[in-house]
C-alpha cells in the first residue's frame, strides 16, 4: 500500500480561543521543563518549609495572647514562637488586641515563608525552567512553528511566562494558601477568618509580585542568548552579584553611619528588592517601598519589550 | 494599483478560470538598501505550484508576506480571498506552512509535536492529539511517533515537518524545500503526497523548491522569480512547450545522413546529438516522412516525440533575462 493511499481526511470543527492557546504553549513548557529530574527534586523538596512555619502557625494558636503577651501553652511551643519571630517582635510585645495580634503574627510568618526560603528555591527553580524557554527556541527556529500559526506575540509571551508562573504557584502561592487553611482549622475559631480574610488576597498579589517580573527578567535573559547555559548563568550571576553588593552596601553603611529602613541598598540586589515590596504588599513595610516598586516595574516593562523585540528579529531577517 | 487591475498580458480575468488563491500586485519589500522584491505581480492558481528562483531571488520573503510575518513597503495583494496585511492571524489559520528549518522542538516526541502544532491552530487538546495520529498516518510516521522528535533522522523531519502544516486542514500549503535531504524513494512519496493533497482534498499547494525535477514530477504551473521580480509564470505545460512546434527524433544509429535526406526532401531538421535530432514540425505528416527517410537511410526509429524544453532551461532562460529596468 502506497504511503498516501491512506488518504487524506479534512478536518472541521470550532477553533479555541485566544487564551487557549497561550496555555497550550504554557503547558507544553510545563510539561517539558518536569523532565528535569532536578527540577522535580527541587519542587518536592520547596515543600518542606511548609512543616517548619505550619508548626509555627500551630504553635502561635496554641498560645494566648493576653495584653500583647503570649502565655499559655508548652514551653516548647512559647520557645518555638518567640524564635521564628524574634525578628517581628524585636522584644516588643504584640497589640493588645488578639485578633489585631494575631493578623499580625499570621503576616509575618506568611511573609517569613515567601521570602525566608520560597524565594531562595524560586531562585533555583527559575533557574532550571526560564533559560532554555526562549534560547532554545530561537536556536531550533522553533519560534517560525509558532508564528507561522496564528499565534501572536504576545500569546507566545504569556505562555512562555506562564510556565514560570506554575512553577511559581506550586512553590509559593499553593503552600501558603495551605498554610493559611492550616492556621484556620488550629484557630477553630470563625473570628479568625473575620480578622484574618485579607491574607488570601496578599497572598495572591504577592504571588503575582513574584511571577511577573521574575519571569519577564528570566525571559529576558533566555532571549538574550541561543544557548541557555549562558542565560542560566546569567540569572545566578544576577541574584548572586545582587546579593553580594548589596552585603557590601550594608556592610559599608553600618561601619559608617548606621542604616535605618531609608537606606536604597536593597534596589541593588533583586532579591532584596523584592523582599521590600512583598513585606509593604503583607503590610509590614521595612522601610520606603515605593522606589522597590518603581524598579520591578521598570524591569518587567524592559524586560518584556526586549523578549518580545527578540523573538521576532529572526522572523523579519 | 488595485487587486483586480492587472499589470501582465498573461493575467486577464476570464470567467472560466478560476480565482488565484494569491494574487500580489506590485509588491515590493526592502531591507535597507537591499531590495528583496521589487514590485512583483503574481497570481497562483489552484493546484500545485511551483516557485523557482536562485539563491537571494526573493522567494522566503515572498512566503513570509505571504504569512503576514512581515510587512510590505509597496503594493496590494489578497491570499485566499483577504487583503494581504489584514487579519494575518485569521489568514494563517488557513494556510499551512513548512519551514526549510527543522523547527524542531526538544524533548517532544513526534505524535505531540504534531498535536502542539494543532493546538496552535486553535484545534481543542484532545482533537489535536485525534487529528494528529490521522495526519501522522498520512505522512507515514507509524511507530516511530512515540520517539523524541530531535531523534529523527533528517527524512522523517521532513515528514513531520508535513503533519505539523496539514494539522489543522489548510486551505493553502506552502512549502520550502520540503524535499531537501530525502532519499529518492522518500521523495518521490513525498511528492505523491503532495499531490493527494492537491487532488484529493483540493488542496492549494505553493511549492518552493531548487530541485527542478521536483517541480516537473508534481507542479501544474510555476513562477521564476529572480532578483525580486518575477521573471516567468504560467503553466509548465505551456513553458515547456517551444516557440515553434518541432518533433525530436531518436535513431538506432548515426542521424546525419537522415538530416541530410529531410532536409534534401525539404524539410527543417537538425542534428542535436550523434543519434537524435529534431524536425520543425509536428503531426502526421512529419511522422510519416521520418520513418520513410529513415527507411531509406537503412535505419529505424527508436524513439518520437514533440519538443519541448527541459525545466531547467526554461529555469535558466528566465534567470539569464535581463531585469526590465536594466533592459530599458
Known amino acids: 500500500m502506497s504511503d498516501a493511499a491512506l488518504g487524506y481526511r479534512h478536518w472541521e470543527g470550532a477553533r479555541t480561543g485566544r487564551v487557549a492557546r497561550a496555555v497550550a504553549i504554557a503547558r507544553v513548557g510545563v510539561a517539558v521543563a518536569w523532565r528535569s529530574v532536578w527540577l522535580r527534586r527541587i519542587v518536592y523538596t520547596a515543600w518542606f518549609p511548609l512543616l517548619w512555619w505550619g508548626a509555627g502557625f500551630l504553635a502561635f494558636e496554641s498560645l494566648d495572647v493576653v495584653d500583647g503577651l503570649v502565655v499559655g501553652g508548652s514551653d516548647a511551643a512559647r520557645s518555638f514562637f518567640e524564635e521564628i519571630t524574634s525578628t517581628l517582635r524585636d522584644g516588643r510585645p504584640l497589640p493588645a488586641d488578639p485578633d489585631s495580634a494575631r493578623h499580625l503574627v499570621w503576616s509575618f510568618l506568611t511573609l517569613q515563608f515567601f521570602s525566608s526560603t520560597q524565594t531562595f528555591f524560586l531562585f533555583l527553580i527559575v533557574g532550571q525552567v526560564a533559560p532554555p524557554l526562549v534560547s532554545r527556541d530561537l536556536a531550533t527556529r522553533a519560534h517560525l512553528l509558532y508564528f507561522s500559526r496564528p499565534v501572536d506575540r504576545v500569546q507566545y509571551v504569556c505562555g512562555k511566562?506562564?510556565?514560570?508562573?506554575?512553577?511559581?504557584?506550586?512553590?509559593?502561592?499553593?503552600p501558603s494558601l495551605g498554610?493559611?487553611?492550616?492556621?484556620?482549622?488550629?484557630?477553630?475559631?470563625?473570628?479568625a477568618l473575620v480578622a484574618t480574610?485579607?491574607?488570601p488576597l496578599r497572598i495572591v498579589a504577592s504571588s503575582l509580585l513574584l511571577v511577573i517580573p521574575m519571569s519577564a527578567l528570566a525571559l529576558a535573559m533566555s532571549a538574550a542568548t541561543r544557548r541557555p547555559r549562558f542565560a542560566q548563568a546569567g540569572w545566578f550571576a544576577l541574584w548572586i552579584g545582587g546579593w553580594m553588593c548589596y552585603g557590601a552596601a550594608r556592610a559599608g553603611e553600618i561601619a559608617g553611619e548606621g542604616a535605618d529602613g531609608g537606606s536604597a541598598a536593597h534596589l541593588l540586589s533583586f532579591f532584596?528588592?523584592?523582599r521590600r515590596a512583598q513585606s509593604s504588599v503583607f503590610g509590614l513595610p521595612e522601610g520606603p517601598s515605593g522606589a522597590a516598586f518603581a524598579l520591578l516595574a521598570a524591569l518587567t516593562v524592559a524586560s518584556l519589550a526586549y523578549v518580545v523585540h527578540r523573538v521576532h528579529a529572526p522572523v523579519r531577517e | 494599483?488595485?487587486?483586480?487591475?492587472?499589470?501582465?498580458?498573461d493575467a486577464r480575468v476570464d470567467p472560466q478560470t478560476p480565482p488565484p488563491v494569491v494574487r500580489l500586485r506590485g509588491v515590493a519589500k526592502r531591507y535597507g538598501r537591499v531590495e528583496a522584491l521589487r514590485h512583483v505581480d503574481l497570481d497562483v492558481r489552484p493546484g500545485v505550484t511551483g516557485l523557482l528562483g536562485p539563491n537571494g531571488a526573493g522567494k522566503s520573503t515572498l512566503i513570509k508576506l505571504l504569512l503576514g510575518l512581515l510587512r510590505r513597503d509597496a503594493g496590494s495583494g489578497e491570499v485566499l480571498g483577504r487583503p494581504l496585511g489584514a487579519a494575518d492571524r485569521e489568514l494563517r489559520g488557513l494556510i499551512g506552512y513548512v519551514p526549510e528549518e527543522d523547527c524542531v522542538l526538544p524533548l517532544l516526541s513526534g505524535v505531540q509535536a504534531v498535536a502542539f502544532a494543532g493546538e496552535l491552530c486553535?484545534?481543542?487538546?484532545?482533537?489535536?492529539l485525534r487529528r494528529a495520529h490521522e495526519v501522522l498516518d498520512f505522512c507515514g510516521i507509524e511507530d516511530e511517533r512515540y520517539r523524541p522528535a530531535e531523534s529523527y533522522s533528517r527524512g522523517m523531519r521532513q515528514k513531520l515537518k508535513l503533519a505539523q502544516a496539514i494539522v489543522h486542514d489548510p486551505r493553502l500549503l506552502v512549502l520550502d524545500e520540503p524535499t531537501s535531504g530525502l532519499d529518492p524513494v522518500e521523495r518521490t512519496v513525498t511528492l505523491r503526497r503532495l499531490r493527494a493533497l492537491a487532488d484529493g482534498a483540493g488542496m492549494h499547494v505553493l511549492l518552493s523548491t531548487h530541485v527542478l525535477p521536483d517541480v516537473q514530477q508534481v507542479c501544474d504551473r510555476i513562477a521564476v522569480l529572480a532578483a525580486g521580480e518575477v521573471r516567468l509564470e504560467g503553466s509548465v505545460e505551456e513553458l515547456c512547450r517551444p516557440a515553434r512546434p518541432e518533433t525530436v527524433a531518436a535513431t538506432d544509429g548515426d542521424a546525419a545522413p537522415l538530416v541530410a535526406a529531410l532536409v534534401a526532401a525539404g524539410l527543417d531538421a537538425s542534428l542535436r546529438s550523434a543519434d537524435r535530432l529534431v524536425v520543425a514540425g509536428a503531426g502526421a505528416d512529419v511522422s510519416a516522412a521520418l520513418f520513410e527517410h529513415a527507411t531509406r537511410c537503412g535505419l529505424r526509429i527508436r524513439a518520437l516525440r514533440p519538443g519541448r524544453s527541459s525545466i531547467e532551461e526554461v529555469f535558466l532562460r528566465a534567470v539569464a533575462e535581463p531585469h526590465a529596468e536594466d533592459a530599458s
Not at chain 1, 179 to 191: Q, T
Request: hydrophobic residues 50%; proline residues 0%.
Open chain 2, 1 to 9: 494599483m488595485q487587486v483586480g487591475e492587472t499589470g501582465r498580458g
Open chain 2, 122 to 128: 486553535g484545534l481543542g487538546r484532545l482533537e489535536s
Open chain 1, 161 to 174: 511566562m506562564a510556565t514560570i508562573g506554575v512553577y511559581v504557584v506550586a512553590v509559593t502561592t499553593l
Open chain 1, 197 to 199: 480574610w485579607d491574607i
Open chain 1, 272 to 274: 532584596h528588592t523584592l
Open chain 1, 179 to 191: 498554610l493559611y487553611v492550616v492556621a484556620l482549622l488550629a484557630a477553630s475559631d470563625a473570628g
